[in-house]
């Protein structure tokens, strides 16, 4: 997975996205956002905005700040933001969520869905991610991760020379992430169909 890669894959899917990819992982949105317990003030960034399907649910009284790589995905983002009226989004950027353009410390909360097996470096991804959250805020992810069941594992395995074209890794391991990350998981759920995603809360520690 590479910058160009993933931008060639998303600039697909932009005209799609929604219709093939909404109500798939909206279950997921929806958890992870109420998981969120967002406050009155609370200063939020999500990497990974895309077309910005989850903006809306995002309660009014919070700033919201979206980033993404792919051009085509914040247009349609920011189309919705506008038709919506959605008060709440104090911005959507064009930014690498590799090396941020943020401050240290700007944010309570921190969310990538659908992210981190997308990313070249997953690694630090989240570096920055914990980097640009308020010592002891909260980190959200949700993805999907390889499945322990051998005979989806084994079908995943086989897709992941397609991970390039797919723009996300279809092998990605929760434990290796977990591992290289160092993230601290306070509680996990599963989410979308058949529980096939996972919703980890995690507490920014750095």
């Not at 980033?67 to 064009?94: G, H, T």
Request: proline share 5%; aromatic share 8%.
């Amino acid at each position: 997975m590479n910058i160009d890669a993933i931008k060639t894959a998303y600039r697909r899917y932009a005209r799609i996205y929604d219709v093939v990819f909404g109500p798939i992982f909206h279950p997921g949105r929806k958890t992870i956002i109420n998981a969120m317990e967002c406050r009155p003030g609370d200063n939020i960034l999500e990497v990974g905005v895309g077309t910005g399907l989850s903006l809306p649910l995002y309660p009014e009284d919070v700033k919201v700040t979206g980033i993404d790589i792919s051009a085509e995905m914040l247009e349609k983002a920011r189309q919705r933001v506008e038709l919506e009226e959605l008060n709440q989004v104090e911005a959507v950027l064009e930014m690498d969520a590799e090396a941020m353009r943020f401050s240290d410390n700007s944010f309570d909360k921190v969310v990538a869905m659908y992210v981190v097996s997308v990313v070249p470096d997953p690694v630090q991804l989240v570096r920055e991610m914990s980097r640009v959250c308020k010592p002891e805020g909260d980190i959200f992810i949700a993805n999907h991760f390889r499945s322990r069941n051998p005979l989806l594992k084994s079908a995943e395995n086989l897709l992941a020379p397609l991970s390039k074209l797919a723009g996300f890794r279809p092998d990605f391991d929760l434990d290796d992430f977990l591992q290289k990350t160092g993230l601290e998981v306070v509680e996990m759920r599963s989410v979308n169909l058949f529980g096939y995603w996972k919703v980890l809360r995690c507490k920014n520690v750095s």
